[in-house]
């Protein structure tokens, strides 16, 4: 790999961004591929620019047609905001679907090591930590409080980010005025109808575990989709 695509590679990880390096498997000549647009000395027909969009959103390299296809995608992030009974679950069924899980909640009482045994606890309000954590496009939001001043700053700024999946609890009710409250912020409904609310499919799920087992697969579906 030649090294000034390698660093561009590892550059758009770390920022966020998804990438892939197409490599021709007879010659070694290679190209670097970033939202469609191509850099290197290996010219790449349709047919493989869509191999290149489907390795990436199904996160996997691949062969084709003799051209190694090389995945540089960002990990993906799970926020929960709310150190909720659901929570529980949800951060291990997320972690083991291969996302890298923090739960967010200024309520310290709830976000502890005991009831989150090896998940990152983040104590600042949402709108703080998500400052600092800037969700991407490889990012799913949940919220899980039903108190809207804290899941209201996390939706806000997660519908300023490019979080692929923005999940909220709560009855139809709860989630009517949240969209009130949200329009009054400034959101149109565009952006409102990102928001999965009530979060999760509909799978007449009663329990913790069964409602995380909702989210994590409606999280699911939207990424692959």
């Known amino acids: 790999m030649r090294i000034a695509l390698l660093r561009r ?89 291969g996302y890298a899980v923090t739960v967010i909640d200024p309520r310290s009482a709830f976000a502890t090591e005991a009831r989150f045994p090896g998940v990152t606890l983040v104590t600042d309000w949402p709108d703080e930590a998500f400052e600092r954590l800037k969700p991407d496009r490889r990012t799913a939001v949940v919220t899980l409080t039903h108190d809207p001043k804290i899941d209201d700053p996390a939706l806000i700024s997660a519908l300023r980010s490019e979080a692929f999946y923005i999940g909220a609890l709560g009855s139809k009710k709860t989630h009517a005025a949240r969209l009130g409250r949200l329009r009054e912020a400034g959101f149109d409904e565009a952006a409102l109808a990102r928001i999965h609310g009530p979060v999760g499919l509909d799978i007449n799920a009663v329990s913790p575990a069964e409602i995380a087992v909702s989210i994590l697969a409606q999280i699911t579906a939207v990424l692959r989709r």
């Open 9 to 97: 590679a590892l550059a758009a990880r770390r920022e966020g961004r998804s990438a892939a390096l197409v490599t021709d498997l007879e010659t070694g000549a290679q190209t670097y591929v970033e939202d469609g647009r191509m850099n290197g000395d290996l010219a790449l027909d349709d047919a493989t620019m869509e191999a290149v969009a489907r390795a990436l959103r199904e996160d996997k390299s691949r062969t084709e047609n003799g051209r190694f296809i090389e995945v540089w995608n960002p990990p993906l992030r799970c926020f929960i905001v709310g150190a909720a009974h659901i929570a529980q679950p949800l951060t291990q069924m997320a972690a083991l679907a």
